[in-house]
């Protein structure tokens, strides 16, 4: 079993930034492929960043690659999504998302994880 609590939603005008934060706890943190999702009002909850648990692969959905940058300390069993150039359409709970891995693979699908944390709020204002 693995805890995951996210941290550093928030308010932000357009055009700044903020970090997220994922602490685990429960299991060997860099035995698990990570990923951050998020849901807007009225939307189903979508993809936005993959990381594996070897830090060799990275992916991206479209609409945040080249503003958003995924990292994780497996020392401080912590992940982390950066965002710069917020828009409002990234307003939305986001959730970091953890599945026992293989390698250097990523996961895309909300339906391939196994733990969520609870989310954070992101509020960007135009």
């Known amino acids: 079993q693995v805890q995951l609590v996210e941290s550093g939603g928030g308010l932000v005008q357009a055009g700044g930034s903020l970090r997220l934060s994922c602490a685990a706890s429960g299991r060997t943190f860099s035995d698990y492929a990570m990923g951050w999702f998020r849901q807007a009002p009225g939307k189903e909850r979508e993809f936005v960043a993959a990381?594996?648990?070897?830090?060799?692969?990275?992916n991206y959905a479209d609409s945040v690659k080249g503003r958003f940058t995924i990292s994780r300390d497996n020392a401080k069993n912590t992940l982390y999504l950066q965002m710069n150039s917020l828009e409002s359409e990234d307003t939305a709970v986001y959730y970091c998302?953890?599945?026992?891995?293989?390698?250097?693979?990523?996961?895309?699908?909300?339906?391939?994880?196994?733990?969520w944390g609870q989310g954070t709020q992101v509020t960007v204002s135009s």
């Open positions: 990381i594996s648990k070897l830090l060799l692969n990275r």
């Open positions: 998302a953890a599945r026992p891995a293989n390698g250097g693979r990523t996961y895309t699908a909300g339906r391939e994880y196994d733990y």
